[in-house]
């Protein structure tokens, strides 16, 4: 049996590919882009009872796993995502806590058009060079911002954005900035909605 040699790195990019590859199991290319919101990427696979494709994280490069200990390919793609190697799991949920602070289960796959998008003044990649690639600009699409070593989650800005930026400002410093605004927009917005404590006076 011939053994395989990978290059360093050579590991990651193959799971990389087998990422893609369960995202290309679905139906990606649309002649006319659906009018129904969210868009569903329905499963090709003759057979399979996933009812649209599903992003799971990964943990650096492992796999995340369930509350249970399985991993999301133990459990079942059907709705429910209930567990085929333990009768003790209700479904598939992970521990999980992405970059952004919040668990993975507070996030949902969500598939938009580039313009609507840029319409939200959300982050786009590069045009692709053909329409079956999907969103994907390379394999780094698939990692989370922060872990991209190209410029695939470059951000284009929308004149409204442009009328914000300041002067000599760069793009990290701006998002950041605009980031910390939100922040302390919610912050005051929650302290608001909470009721002030009642005043105690001492007694003459």
């Known amino acids: 049996m011939e053994r395989l040699r990978l290059p360093p790195g050579g590991a990651a990019a193959v799971d990389e590919y087998l990422e ?3 995202y290309k199991q679905h139906k990606t290319d649309f002649e006319t882009i659906p009018q129904q919101r969210p868009i569903d990427l329905p ?14 994280p990964l943990n650096g490069t492992q ?6 200990k399985h991993f999301a390919d133990q459990h079942s793609p059907a709705p429910g995502f209930t567990c085929n190697a333990c009768s003790k799991c209700s479904g598939f949920h992970s521990s999980f806590t992405c970059a952004c602070g919040q668990p993975a289960c507070a ?7 580039k313009q609507e998008r840029m319409a939200q003044g959300k982050p786009v990649g590069r045009d ?17 911002g922060y872990m991209r070593l190209d410029d695939s989650g470059i951000v284009g ?7 914000l930026r300041r002067p000599d400002e760069d793009d990290m410093a701006f998002f950041e900035r605009r980031y910390q605004e939100r922040v302390k927009m919610e912050k005051a917005a929650k302290m608001k909605g909470k009721s002030p404590l009642p005043s105690t006076t001492k007694p003459s």
């Open 63 to 68: 796999p995340v796993r369930c509350r249970c």
């Open 107 to 113: 996030h949902d796959t969500v598939v938009e058009t």
């Open 43 to 56: 499963c090709q696979v003759i057979g399979c009872q996933c009812r649209a494709y599903l992003f799971v």
């Open 128 to 144: 692709v060079p053909y329409a079956a690639m999907g969103g994907l600009t390379g394999f780094s699409s698939l990692a989370e």
């Open 157 to 163: 800005t929308s004149s409204q954005d442009s009328s």
């Open 20 to 22: 893609y590859r369960r």
